[in-house]
């Protein structure tokens, strides 16, 4: 059972729901710690005054804002405990919306409500919330505050449960006027290619068929080095160039996509062993099961290579 990270109630109009904020989310990255490579000993970090050379202790430390004309103005913590958020033991719903009106652009981390105890009027409360919001497909949008910070928040039903992601603020969207825009507009047959290039590569969606494959290439060097087997960095692969015929390219990417199976709303697995499974695999991925393989000079091979190797 993970831990709560906050506990109250879930508050609109005069109903008061009892519950639990629970992450979404897993870590399951790999964490390291900093150590000295010559002795093993671990890094310590400290505070160092650049003025006075000296070491500062955690209560000495206040904090600077630049101002626009260069000067630095200095804050305390108990300046800013001024402006520190009323902690609250609420999730006040101001609204209920459309949830297809929100644009997705705005959520921000995900987190699931639970009731908060065991009785039954809680969870009798809590599974009214479920069904009317269910019916409705309406999200909540409300206010809380967790640690020092106050959130937006957007309550809405997954999987039978009320999950809770806060929310960016309309301010801290950034104006797309200020990201460069595409050229002049592309013309029909390119548009028509391009449309057939993505229903060539269009499929279901379904979450378990992208893997972190970062995760997964640290992980075997942490195997690897655990058994002490020399680590390789694998040669950078240079960019791609732009390409100067764009009708070229759409009909031989529609053609590969085609020949992997694309199309039909299902990719080739690419599972098998076979050189025709394999062609529809990016090198990343063939490294990637050339590394399990443990195939010898992998790092230094082209794609057409990887498939070759890993076909015998």
Not at 181 to 194: D, E, H, T, W
Not at 203 to 208: R, T
Request: proline fraction near 6%; hydrophobic fraction near 35%.
């Amino acid at each position: 059972m993970p831990r709560a990270l906050w506990s109250g109630s879930l508050s609109f109009g005069l109903v008061n729901v009892p519950v639990q904020v629970f992450s979404a989310v897993r870590d399951l990255d790999l964490h390291f710690h900093q150590l000295h490579e010559k002795d093993g000993s671990p890094i310590e970090t400290r505070r160092f005054c650049a003025e006075e050379d000296r070491e500062v202790p955690y209560e000495e430390i206040a904090h600077g804002y630049d101002l626009e004309d260069g000067r630095q103005l200095v804050l305390t913590d108990e300046d800013l405990a001024a402006v520190a958020p009323r902690k609250t033991r609420t999730i006040d719903i101001h609204a209920f919306v459309d949830l297809a009106d929100v644009d997705p652009i705005h959520f921000d981390h995900p987190y699931f409500l639970a009731p908060s105890g065991d009785s039954e009027g809680t969870r009798r409360a809590y599974q009214l919330l479920v069904e009317v919001m269910s019916s409705t497909d309406r999200a909540a949008l409300g206010r809380f505050v967790m640690r020092t910070k106050e959130y937006l928040v957007a309550v809405r039903v997954r999987d039978d449960r009320l999950s809770l992601t806060t929310m960016l603020f309309a301010d801290e969207i950034r104006d797309p006027g200020d990201v460069p825009a595409g050229g002049r507009k592309p013309s029909k047959a390119q548009l028509a290619g391009a449309v057939k290039l993505i229903e060539a590569l269009s499929e279901p969606w379904n979450p378990d068929d992208y893997k972190d494959r970062y995760r997964k290439r640290l992980q075997d060097v942490v195997e690897r080095k655990k058994h002490g087997k020399r680590i390789r960095a694998p040669k950078q692969e240079p960019q791609p160039s732009p390409v100067p015929d764009l009708m070229a390219a759409l009909e031989r990417s529609l053609k590969e996509a085609q020949g992997r199976g694309g199309g039909n709303g299902k990719r080739a697995s690419g599972d098998g062993d076979g050189g025709d499974d394999l062609a529809g695999l990016s090198r990343d991925e063939l490294y990637e099961r050339a590394q399990q393989a443990d195939v010898s000079g992998r790092s230094s091979m082209s794609k057409q290579q990887l498939i070759k190797a890993l076909s015998r």
